[in-house]
């Protein structure tokens, strides 16, 4: 009994989509396959930004034509010039170290 389902990995847990006919404590083989809607269909992700944009719900990603990459030394000095305390990662292991 083989078969191909999709589901959502949620909170370190596999989430089937549909019911599974399995016995309780069934064990079984998992193989993981990514999916990328937007490669199936490569207009896909240009309607949901779209669709979400005119919502609302956030601001197109294009970029202006003006915007010019800057030097890793300039990205340097801007880092160093608004750095303040301890990098982000730090700050979360510490709060979660103190609870």
Known sequence: MGHVISAIYEQGVLRPLE???LAEYS????????????AKNPDLARRIEDTLS???????SSV?????R???KRRQELADLYAVGSPLSEVII???DER
């Open 54 to 60: 005119a919502a609302g719900l956030m601001k197109p």
């Open 19 to 21: 019911p599974l006919n």
């Open 94 to 96: 510490t709060e979660r």
């Open 64 to 68: 202006p034509a003006d915007l010019r």
């Open 70 to 72: 800057i030097s890793e």
């Open 27 to 38: 064990q079984v083989q998992i193989q993981i396959l990514g999916t990328d809607p937007a």
